[in-house]
């Protein structure tokens, strides 16, 4: 058969030594027929009409056909749907014009299974100047095609969660924003963070974080509607787009459900982890129009839910590039405030309303800045609590308020507490027992002297390691209080499981009393469990005279507030002092 066409095969060269009919000539015509049956290059030769004549064993390895099952056929069984027909056809018209073509193929086996083939298709001539058959060799490059496809897709995804990656989300976005831009129409680019991440991982290790944020990524995708993208920009930021969004609620409303389902509990580790997040929206035109300000301005109010105690969402606005700048101004600032040691502790006095006397005092941190005065905790400890400084700042505020204790002492005041309020962040970190027995042990405070005080949210973070440092803690004589109790979802009883001393009622009910009567039935309550679960209550914000009557009527064992005295430096906290308060409870009478 082949040596037919081999006959057939004529160049346009007619006196070609495999033509001629001599010993030479058969000889030659011999050593192509082995060439062609022994090279590794997949080689099809059809007739002028593209019917196969032939095909080589390369051929048959390659794609799992025999000789006689495609003897007859066309090269189109080959075909894998991968070309379109314009590719075809520029074949064609290409070799039927006596060029050859050269191109890489895909193809499709006999199995279903495609390869590539790097291939060239020479058109033959035959004496007339007839296109007489079209030989086509190649090579199966299919592996090599496969490590660019590749290479080609990790440029454009990512290869933990297999979203668009960065650089490719900003080529969506530009293709979003132009097409809007021809047709009109809006785009809206929500960035999403995840609160806390840096703790999951920090808690359970790397693999586990890798896993959680495969997890999110197809709880996100799962959440979106199959023309809405979603990409990771990085580490546990996801960007989505959304094409045509009809109003902004409609934004805030697929949000919420992203929010919503993140909120689903996920397993890490064999327990069930809630996972919170913070976004932010920025809308085309409205806000800005081009790619990279849509994405900075998302950032930025991202930042701003973050800032508003994150799992939640936030548009941006004009006036928020002012307000996350001065974020950034504080961060900084805060850091070299650390550095230049401007921050220090006030105290405010802590009586006892049963005896009138000065019982114990609570370190509030202060900012005092050369220029600005004085910063309250209020503004600067939730930006330490996000950047992690809260964590150095914790530390200077404990060791300070211990240093301060045996200056009192030493004086000759003797306080029975000091209360130290303990950040979630600080709660969290698996070293706190060890850094409070340090601190305990280098100053002498004794047992039960010093006071923590916590959050409910900080417990309910992760209750069970909280349960866990709150037992090491307890070991060391320390006292443990509730603090701002009442502003958060969980009763009392919800606290059991904690071993804690102490409640103290929030300011803002306390602010409430005496005419409120919600706010008189809730402190009512509070103490009453309180003195059921064998804890004792402290009153904070305590500004007048009324309050304090009504707290010690309901039977609250301690009192706190601006009545009593204010958050002042230590050396101002005196007998002398406190002398003025223990008058005020004496006077309200028994
Ligand atoms: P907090 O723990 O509830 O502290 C009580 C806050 O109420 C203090 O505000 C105090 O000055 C204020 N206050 C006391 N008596 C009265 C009153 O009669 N009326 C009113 N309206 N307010 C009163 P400050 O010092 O600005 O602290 C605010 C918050 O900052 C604290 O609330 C606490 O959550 C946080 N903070 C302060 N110092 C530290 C610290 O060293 N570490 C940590 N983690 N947080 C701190
Ligand atoms: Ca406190
Ligand atoms: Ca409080």
């Known amino acids: 058969m082949e040596h037919e066409i081999l006959h057939g095969v004529k160049d346009q060269k007619a006196d070609h030594p495999a033509d001629r009919d001599t010993p030479a000539g058969q000889l030659s015509r011999r050593i192509l027929s082995q060439a062609l049956e022994q090279t590794a290059d997949i080689v099809l030769i059809t007739d002028q009409k593209?019917?196969?004549?032939?095909?080589?064993?390369?051929?048959?390895?390659?794609?799992?056909?025999?000789?006689?099952?495609?003897?007859?056929?066309?090269?189109?069984?080959?075909?894998?749907?991968?070309?379109?027909?314009?590719?075809?056809?520029?074949?064609?018209?290409?070799?039927?014009?006596?060029l050859p073509f050269r191109g890489v193929v895909v193809n499709r086996r006999q199995d279903g299974s495609h390869y590539y083939e790097e291939k060239t298709i020479t058109p033959l001539v035959d004496e007339s100047g007839a296109i007489s058959h079209y030989v086509s060799t190649g090579k199966d490059v299919t592996e090599r095609a496969k490590a660019q496809e590749k290479l080609r897709e990790l440029a454009y995804f990512d290869s933990l969660t297999e979203l668009p990656n960065r650089h490719h989300l900003h080529q969506l976005l530009s293709r979003a924003v132009n097409q809007a831009e021809r047709h009109g129409g809006e785009v809206a680019v929500l960035f999403l963070d995840l609160d806390r991440f840096k703790q999951i991982n920090d808690a359970f290790g790397h693999a586990q974080g890798?896993?959680?944020?495969?997890?999110?990524?197809?709880?996100?995708?799962?959440?979106?509607?199959?023309?809405?993208?979603?990409?990771?920009?990085?580490?546990?930021?996801?960007?989505?787009?959304?094409?045509?969004?009809?109003?902004?609620?409609?934004?805030?409303?697929?949000?919420?459900?992203?929010?919503d389902g993140l909120a689903e509990p996920f397993a890490l580790d064999g327990h069930d982890h809630q996972i919170d997040a913070s976004i932010g929206i920025s809308l085309y035109p409205d806000d800005q129009t081009t790619p990279d300000d849509l994405l900075k301005a998302a950032d930025m109010a991202m930042y701003q839910a973050k800032a508003r105690g994150g799992s939640g969402f936030r548009f941006f606005s004009r006036d928020m590039e002012a307000q996350v700048l001065e974020r950034i101004e504080l961060e900084r600032n805060l850091r070299l405030a650390m550095a230049r040691g401007e921050l220090t502790n006030h105290y405010q006095p802590q009586f006892d309303l049963r005896t009138g006397r000065l019982a114990g005092a609570e370190a509030l941190v202060r900012w005092?800045?050369?220029?600005?005065?004085?910063?309250?905790?209020?503004?600067?400890?939730?930006?330490?609590?996000?950047?992690?400084?809260?964590?150095?700042?914790?530390?200077?505020?404990?060791?300070e308020a211990c240093q301060q204790m045996s200056a009192w002492k030493a004086g000759g005041l003797h306080l029975g507490r000091i209360s130290v309020n303990l950040s979630p962040r600080q709660l969290a970190h698996p070293d706190i027992v060890t850094q409070v027995e340090r601190l305990i042990d280098v100053?002498?405070?004794?047992?039960?002297?010093?006071?923590?005080?916590?959050?409910?949210?900080?417990?309910?973070?992760?209750?069970?390691?909280?349960?866990?440092?709150?037992?090491?803690?307890?070991?060391?004589?320390?006292?443990?209080?509730?603090?701002?109790?009442?502003?958060?979802?969980?009763?009392?009883?919800?606290?059991?499981?904690?071993?804690?001393?102490?409640?103290?009622?929030?300011?803002?009910?306390v602010n409430d009393l005496p005419d409120d009567p919600t706010a008189v039935a809730l402190v009512d309550t509070i103490i009453r469990m309180a003195r059921n679960l064998k804890m004792s209550v402290i009153a904070e914000g305590v500004e007048n005279e009324a309050q304090l009557l009504m707290l010690r009527e309901m039977g609250c064992e301690g009192a706190q507030g601006y009545l009593l005295g204010r958050p002042m430096p230590g050396p101002e906290l005196t007998d002398n002092l406190a002398g003025n308060a223990s008058a005020l409870i004496g006077a309200l009478g028994v």
């Open 50 to 98: 593209g019917v196969i004549e032939y095909v080589n064993p390369a051929f048959e390895r390659s794609t799992g056909y025999t000789f006689d099952e495609v003897l007859g056929k066309r090269p189109g069984l080959l075909r894998s749907g991968t070309h379109d027909k314009a590719f075809y056809d520029r074949l064609w018209s290409m070799i039927r014009k006596g």
């Open 443 to 509: 100053h002498c405070v004794g047992v039960g002297t010093l006071v923590l005080e916590l959050t409910e949210s900080a417990l309910m973070q992760d209750p069970e390691q909280a349960a866990k440092t709150l037992a090491g803690l307890k070991k060391l004589g320390v006292t443990l209080s509730i603090d701002d109790f009442g502003t958060g979802y969980s009763s009392l009883s919800h606290l059991r499981r904690f071993p804690l001393d102490c409640v103290k009622i929030d300011r803002s009910f």
């Open 210 to 259: 890798d896993c959680l944020l495969q997890k999110v990524a197809r709880r996100l995708r799962t959440t979106l509607r199959e023309e809405d993208t979603v990409g990771r920009s990085g580490g546990d930021e996801f960007v989505i787009l959304i094409q045509h969004p009809r109003y902004p609620q409609d934004v805030a409303r697929v949000a919420q459900k992203l929010l």
């Open 368 to 399: 005092i800045h050369p220029k600005l005065v004085m910063i309250g905790p209020d503004r600067f400890v939730p930006v330490a609590e996000e950047t992690g400084d809260i964590l150095a700042i914790g530390q200077l505020v404990l060791a």
